[in-house]
């Protein structure tokens, strides 16, 4: 509950009303003070003063003293006149809570002007500012224009003095010209009409190349008169040439060097695999550069047994194109029934390489692969890799009656050796 | 843009800009005169020669011819000053020479390449150096074929590839070294960035690099002098200043290499007026000016006691953006310091003013 400060004093004229406030012990800062129009409040807990206003007053021009323990306030009324008291009487709770309320409202609207106002005036300094740059950095260019401008003008003055010395110049030299070339050209032209009588020409291409050379000679002649020293024409020759090698038909560029060393690496990898050895594959025919044919070559000959010439088949297969699984797999299959068990292990294990991602497109090849590992592992008495293999292949396929009885057999065997 | 502070540095004034309704592949100078020449190839395919003079602050259009083939190039290297015949280089190989005043019929007509012309120079002419007058034309059939006014149809020299080799396409060339009647040199630069050098008083290859760009232009820095400096400039943003006074016989010649841009540099324009500032013109549309400092000893003796050569450094003088379509040609007026024309792939010609020169 705040403790009412209810000592306060006042005293008005027409126009004003003096109220004092002693705080019984309290400090006040400004902040404590809250005014609107018809409603003042001075709050320091526990302390509270509140004054619904007779009248309301000008808040903005009115002021508040703070000083000695006491608040002077100076409240300047909008309308003059006296007042019967500081407050309203008779006035009701709502009344009371309407009027604060609304004073806080306007108190609010008030700071939100009074900030909107500040801003707009810091705008207009800003663009004070700007302006103010702008202009002097435009009177910086046109300073830099001027010297420019200068400097061009008198060039073009140089320029047309120096045009108007150029056809002093050459109206003097042409009339000695022209007289000397009158005197060149007469004996020129008897020449000419001679070498014309002469050769009796009725074709017009070549009178016209006669032409063009006596025009040609003409000039020599008249440079010869004046310096005789032009020698002959150079005797012919021609000088061969090699470039510095370049694939691309476009210009070299050093940015762009690193790409096409890497295009041409691919190329040139690219073409390894089909290509390599291709002098030694030149004498086949058409159809055994063609690695299905050759797997399904290699396929027969397994089929009929000649399992050497099956291996034969697939390795040329893989020589061409070394990414079909299947190749690997027959030739696994081939290397299992020579017994050459590594060979064996080492093609499957190419294969099932080859068949990731484990897709059930590759399942059968998968099976098969494991399948075909697992036997040459146990070939080789290494029973435990053979039946993790046997059961690799099972999970892929459960339903093999084979798988599960050799796995069956497999496992015996390990127990049996484990127990003796 | 360039920066303008710094009042001792060259600054690169645009005095005129032209809007051309044609793609500009070549301008040059017509030497002695305040006239121009703008070389290319109009939408409908055909060759354009547009001769403009300088009149003030604008280019006035005082003719315009047009020919059956586009044109790629032009030069004035190979006429005597009273002549000026301009002799082109075209899309379909054919290198004619033309009278300007009477531009109807070539002077000098042969189709001496199966394919486009890239590149040609002139030597001999224009009272500079001396020795026979000759044309030089590199293109995309990979030969390099060297001319002479005075002889029909056949070139006086020729660079082919080696029976069977394949070719690649010859992107620039220059004449150098003519300092005398016998001495010249072509120096031919190519897609793959082989830089060759042939000397043509022995007919042979001299020497030859590559410098892992395509090699989009090379000049001497003066024709007519023994051979002093070779700049070839090339894809990403690279030129190479070769010394090339100094030829060890395996290493060759030495340079300094610099990497100017991000982009292509098309062309290198040596200044006629000073033999070590050159300008390099880019793809992305700007102009690098550079200086060519010579090191304290120019050769020096390596283990074996050959003498190899000993390259400089180059420092930028100044760079400036025109344009946003590559530059693809360059000229210096050779009577007027520091005034240039460079045409682009935007179709416009400006003629630009290099200040401060003098005070390099």
Redo the contacts between chains.
Sequence with gaps: MPVWLREHSWRQSLAAVYLSLPLRGARATPANIFCSEQYLKVSIPPFLFEAVLYAPIDDTNSTARIENGNIFFTLYKKEPAMWDSLTLANADKEKLQYLRENAVLKAQEKAKEETEAKKITKQEHKKYALEATMKVEEAERKR?ED??EK??QK??K???L??KQ?KDG?NYKSIP?KRELHQEIQPLKERKNEKMNKTQIPNEGTS??RL??T???C??F??NLKEE????????????????P?VFP??????R?AEEEEWLHKQAEARRIINSDLSELEDLKEEEKNPDWLKDKGNKMFAMGDYLGAVNAYNLAVRLNNKLPLLYLNRAACHLKLRNLHKAIEDSSKALELLTPPVPDNEKARVKAHVRRGTAFCQLELYTEGLQDYEAALKIDPRNKNIEKDAEKIRHLIQGTMQS | MSA?VGAERP?V?S?VQQALSYTVFDCKWVP???RLLCLGSAARGTGLVQLYE?H??RLELLREIEKPKPIKCGTFGAT?L??RYLATGDFDGNLNIWNLEAPE?P??SVKGHKEIINSIDGVGGLGIG?????IVTGSRD?TVK?W?????D?????????QG?????C?TVAFGNAYN??QRVVCAG?????I?L?D?KT???QWET?I???VCSVEFDRKDINMNKLVATS??G?FHVFDMRTQHPTKGFASVSEKAQKSTIWQVRHLPQNRDIFMTTGGSGSLHLWKYEYPAQRSKKDSEGSEMGVAGSVSLLQNVTLSTQPISSLDWSP??K??CVCGAFDQTVRVL?V?KLNKI
């Design positions: 830099i010297l420019k400097e061009r060039v073009t140089e320029l047309e120096w045009k150029q050459d010209k016209k190349t063009k050379s025009k040609g000679s000039s020599i008249s440079q020293k032009l020698p002959a024409p150079r005797a012919a020759a021609t000088i061969k040439v090699n470039f510095t370049r476009t210009a070299l560029r050093e940015s060097v | 303008a600054q004034v005095h002695r005169s305040a300088l003030g602050a005597s009273q002549q019929i002077v000098y001396e020795g026979a007058p000759e990979g060297v002479d006014p005075r002889q029909n056949t070139p006086v020299a020729s660079m082919e590839p080696v080799e394949s070719k690649r396409d992107w009647q016998e190519y897609d793959n960035g082989d060759k042939f043509l007919m042979s290859l590559n892992k760009n395509g894809l990403e690279k009577d007027k520091g005034l003013i200040t």
